[in-house]
C-alpha cells in the first residue's frame, strides 16, 4: 500500500502564504489522482483540492477556490499544496490522499464525493494562521 509523507506546514499570518508537499512511496503513483482534505478537531474533513492522474485538471472546495492551488510532479511521486491569502479558518491538519481507484478522472463533481474517492492517506501537517 502506498505510503505517503506531507511536509511544510507551520505558522504564517493572515494573507501569507505556504506550500506543502507530499511525497509517495508507490511506483504506480502516476495512474492516480490526488488531493487534500483538511480536518480541524473535533469538526468534519473538509475537501481542499483534487489533481487528475495525468492531464491537470483540478477540482477545490468552495473555502479555497481561487486561493489554492493543487499541481503534481509526476517523476517525483510528489503532489503539492500552494496555498495563498491564508485566514484564521484555514488552521487545520492537512493530510495528502490518493485515490481508490486508478485513471478515475476529477471532474467537477469530484468534491461533492470526495470521500469515497480519496481513501489512502498518511500523517497530516499542522497549519497555523494567525490573525
Known amino acids: 500500500q502506498v505510503q505517503l509523507k506531507v511536509s511544510g506546514g507551520g505558522l504564517v499570518q493572515t494573507g501569507g502564504s505556504l506550500k506543502l508537499s507530499c511525497v509517495a512511496s508507490?511506483?504506480?503513483?502516476?495512474?492516480?489522482?490526488m488531493g487534500w482534505f483538511r480536518q480541524v478537531p473535533g469538526k468534519a474533513r473538509e475537501f481542499v483540492g483534487a489533481?487528475?492522474?495525468?492531464?491537470?485538471?483540478?477540482a477545490y472546495g468552495d473555502s479555497v477556490k481561487d486561493r489554492f492551488t493543487v499541481s503534481r510532479d509526476n517523476a517525483a511521486n510528489m503532489v503539492f499544496l500552494q496555498m495563498n491569502s491564508l485566514k484564521p479558518e484555514d488552521t487545520a491538519v492537512y493530510y495528502c490522499?490518493?485515490?481508490?481507484?486508478?485513471?478515475?478522472?476529477?471532474?467537477?463533481?469530484?468534491?461533492?464525493?470526495?470521500?469515497?474517492?480519496?481513501?489512502?492517506w498518511g500523517q497530516g501537517t499542522l497549519v497555523t494562521v494567525s490573525s
Open positions: 508507490a511506483r504506480s503513483f502516476s495512474s492516480y489522482a
Open positions: 490522499a490518493q485515490d481508490s481507484i486508478a485513471f478515475r478522472p476529477v471532474t467537477d463533481k469530484y468534491g461533492s464525493f470526495w470521500y469515497e474517492h480519496l481513501e489512502v
Open positions: 489533481i487528475s492522474w495525468s492531464d491537470g485538471i483540478t
